[in-house]
């Protein structure tokens, strides 16, 4: 795998397959989910 810092672009990607396709998907869920929450956590202030 290259580099971990993934842009929003490689988030958009399909599923991938396979062992590494989970844990793939598992870290960009992981991170989705983050950043939703931050962004709720952010517009509750700014409101």
Known sequence: ???MTMSKHENAHPARDGFVGR??????EARTLQAERQIRHYNRLWK
Not at 23 to 28: Q, T, Y
């Open 23 to 28: 844990i793939w998907n598992r870290i960009v």
């Open 1 to 3: 795998m290259k580099g």
